[in-house]
């Protein structure tokens, strides 16, 4: 990874518009992952310091996840949208006459 890459990834962790997404999942799969991992500690009374540190991360990883997925397809489009180039007549007229 690169330094911009990074530090894109950075900005786009607070980004408004990827959040709501990203917490959509995070809740979602993170309840998933707490229920599996600290559910009988929690229900036991035993949720130590420690515990209730995994339990948070257990909700920010699938953040985190979220944020890069998209946006690496935000990388992606933009990158496609900048490599594409307009057609030519020729090449109108080979995708009319279905040779492209």
């Given at each position: 990874m690169?330094?911009?890459?990074?530090?894109?990834?950075?900005?786009?962790?607070?980004n408004p518009t990827l959040m709501s997404m990203?917490?959509?999942v995070a809740l979602v799969v993170g309840s998933i992952l707490f229920t599996i991992n600290h559910a009988a500690a929690l229900v036991q009374g035993q949720m130590t310091q420690g515990r209730w540190i995994s339990a948070v991360l257990t909700y920010c990883v699938?953040?985190?996840v979220s944020i890069h997925g998209q946006y690496v397809s935000?990388?992606?489009?933009?990158?496609?949208?900048v490599t594409q180039m307009p057609l030519t007549v020729s090449d109108k007229e080979l995708i009319q006459n279905g040779h492209r």
């Open positions: 690169t330094k911009q890459f990074f530090k894109g990834y950075l900005t786009a962790l607070v990203a917490l959509r699938p953040y985190a935000q990388q992606r489009r933009a990158a496609t949208k």
